[in-house]
């Protein structure tokens, strides 16, 4: 059963232009999420992370939106730049317990120039 | 250096070879945890240590794998008799504590082939 799920694999979005990325969940006891991005041969990078308490955070170029009523979150990247080309991997956590992530199947973005 | 590290990059064995995996968590981060992950897939929770005690393993290991934290430093992985659906990238990850600033570090990984 797949906890979190990531239904687009891949997504090509022009430079310069928004890149959306989406997210859901089923589990209602996640309540913290992270998007993590990935690079072949190098580890998950953190990106960014919401709480449930909250619907957005900001961090630069790069916002999540939580929707806790759907299950769902995004990451939206504006500007796309090329050099954000990689695996994007979804999250989720309970903050609870060992912390343990679930992760998404992963998103590959190419931002094309 | 203060990110995670681990060793080796890569591993080639044959099946039923003993492989062990090495992990240096972040110097001050008493939280440490394995993840797999497989082509196409998205890392899966193995095991987790608070300081040397592990207090939870996933169902995916199996007795044929297990871990240690001594001291609450640096982790090892081991996997006996290994077998083909064993090859995997072996994500190590540490973090400073609980809450909701916890996100984890993670290493380079270990990519373990089985032949």
């Known amino acids: 059963d797949q906890q979190v799920k990531q239904n687009s694999p891949s997504l090509s979005v022009q430079e310069g232009r928004i890149s959306i990325l989406n997210c859901d969940y089923t589990?209602?006891?996640?309540?913290?999420f992270l998007w993590y991005k990935k690079y072949p041969a190098e580890g998950p990078t953190f990106l960014i992370s919401i709480s449930s308490i909250k619907d957005k955070n900001e961090d630069g170029r790069f916002t999540v939106f939580l929707n806790k009523s759907a299950k769902h979150l995004s990451l939206h990247i504006v500007p796309s730049q090329p050099g954000d080309s990689a695996v994007y991997f979804c999250?989720?956590?309970?903050?609870?317990?060992?912390?343990?992530?679930?992760f998404g199947t992963g998103t590959r973005l190419k931002v094309l120039a | 250096d203060t990110g995670v590290s681990q060793d080796p990059r890569h591993k080639i064995t044959k099946r039923g070879q003993n492989v062990t995996f090495r992990c240096d968590p972040i110097?001050?981060?008493?939280?440490l945890y394995w993840y797999r992950q497989t082509l196409g897939q998205g890392p899966e929770f193995l095991t987790y240590f608070q300081n040397e005690a592990q207090l939870e393993k996933s169902r995916l290991l199996s007795d044929r794998f297990s871990a240690e934290r001594p001291k609450g430093s640096f982790s090892t992985l081991e996997i006996q008799r290994t077998e083909q659906g064993d090859s995997a990238m072996y994500l190590c990850?540490?973090?400073?504590?609980?809450?909701?600033?916890?996100?984890?570090?993670f290493g380079p990984g270990t990519r373990l082939t089985v032949l």
């Open positions: 999250a989720a956590s309970a903050t609870s317990g060992t912390y343990k992530y679930i």
């Open positions: 990850a540490s973090s400073w504590r609980a809450g909701a600033l916890n996100e984890q570090f």
């Open positions: 110097s001050e981060h008493n939280r």
């Open positions: 589990n209602s006891m996640f309540d913290y």
